[in-house]
């Protein structure tokens, strides 16, 4: 079985949450704070939205960054340790 494409949005596209039991509270409290203090409930949804994924992106890079630098240093370290074995006739 193939994988389903990615559904690509495009501006007025609807995108729909399910209110679990545990998330009736704040679900109903974010939508009266929101009446209550003039905010568009779909403007604070969508900035936590890009707030979220910039910071997985740039959490997933630093990890990323971090794999490729342990494995050139223990490539670095592999190296040296040949160097050594080969000067001390071991190899």
């Known amino acids: 079985m193939g994988k389903r494409s990615m559904k690509v949005y495009r501006s007025g596209d609807q995108i729909h949450i399910a209110v679990t039991r545990n998330f009736e509270d704040t679900a109903t409290d974010f939508f ?5 203090n003039h905010y568009n409930p ?20 630093m ?20 160097q050594r074995m080969k000067e001390e006739g071991l190899s």
């Open 32 to 36: 009266r704070f929101c009446k209550d």
């Open 63 to 82: 990890l990323e960054t971090d794999i490729e630098m342990d494995a050139r240093m223990g490539m670095e370290r592999e190296k040296r340790f040949i």
């Open 42 to 61: 779909s403007e604070v949804i969508r900035s936590c939205m890009e707030q979220w994924l910039n910071r997985q992106q740039r959490i997933k890079e």
